[in-house]
């Protein structure tokens, strides 16, 4: 959506907020309070909202039940995944934000939001960990692998055999965070 048009949906769309929260709900727009929905006119339906007006609800993890994501519909089972085809995608509340109008519930399910957990761990930081501080097992501890990194550490990196190994196993993708979160995307 181009910036003059978000502008145009700013100021056609916002309530004002000095209003009570009786003459807040008056901006309730659906068939309820008598307003039809007409496509010519600037009032849009909320589930169309771009997110930038939307306040969502972080994905619901479900810890691999799913039965439960069958009988409600959304929610994550797995969390995670290399490849886009590897991420599960899921549904999450939304609600309009206050001051924004738009027809219909203003609370309503969106799809398509990816269950990926992001924890703080850059893979490009635990490289440089392991390439430099690797023999110590900070690449370890920095991933939350604390058993192997001690082991790794008295050992001097397996005597840089270890060492080496992980630095593989990290750029392979084979050596993650203990807590099965993502990394982190530099933006």
């Not at 550490?153 to 270890?162: N, P, Y």
Request: glycine share 10%; hydrophobic share 35%; proline share 4%.
């Amino acid at each position: 959506m181009d910036s003059a048009l978000r502008l145009c949906l700013i100021f056609v769309f916002v309530v004002p907020q000095s209003l009570s929260s009786v003459e807040r709900n008056e901006y309730l727009m659906d068939d309820s309070t008598g307003y039809t929905y007409d496509p010519h006119k600037a009032l849009v339906y909320c589930t169309f909202l771009p997110l930038e007006f939307l306040n969502c609800s972080d994905p619901e993890d479900l810890k691999g039940n799913l039965t439960k994501r069958n009988e409600q519909g959304y929610g994550c089972t797995k969390w995670g995944g290399e490849k886009f085809e590897e991420v599960q995608k899921t549904s999450v509340w939304c609600t309009a934000l206050p001051g924004i109008e738009c027809y219909g519930n203003r609370t309503f399910l969106r799809d398509g939001f990816p269950c990926i957990k992001y924890n703080g761990h850059y893979f490009v930081t635990t490289l440089i960990y392991s390439v430099f501080l690797g023999f110590l097992g900070m690449d370890r501890f920095c991933l939350g692998h604390t058993g192997t990194a001690v082991g790794k550490m008295i050992t001097f990196g397996g005597v840089g055999i270890w060492w080496i190994i992980d630095i593989v196993l990290l750029v392979t993708g084979q050596l993650k965070p203990v807590d099965k979160s993502n990394w982190v995307p530099y933006y």
